[in-house]
């Protein structure tokens, strides 16, 4: 996330809060992406360091809100993300693809059970209008 940070240079439209949480994680500094054989395995052990940072901190703030994990190769990613609120936990499952032109793209992150329910959450265009019941889960 830091790279697009600064790439596109957001500093003047972030606030000080989402500056002080980047600032405490480590800065991803190789570029490469899945298709950088070479310097993939690195820009990977990166981007764990900055994961696990980031959760630490989080744990450390009580604000822990999700797990995520990856295949092998580090090109899937695939999770749990949660909300609490008035004492009622909603949980969801997420995943992504890393897109072979990363950094340069950023993911589409994918969170199935929400897809479709707003015109803001839909996936490859497709709009579905259902709304259906989203299944709570009792804190």
Sequence with gaps: ????FKQINLSSMVDAATKKTLGAIPILKTKAGPRDKDEWPQR???EFSSLIKYIQ???EADNDWFR??????GT???GK???IQDYK???FELEFDIPVTYPATAPEIAIPKLDGKTAKMYRGGSYL??????EMVNF
């Design 1 to 4: 996330f830091q790279h697009y």
């Design 57 to 59: 901190n989080n744990k």
């Design 76 to 78: 899937r990613w695939f």
């Design 89 to 91: 936990k909603y949980e």
């Design 129 to 134: 209008g259902e709304r259906e019941r989203i």
């Design 81 to 83: 993300c949660w909300y």
């Design 44 to 46: 990977l052990k990166e």
């Design 68 to 73: 995520i994990e990856s295949n092998k190769e």
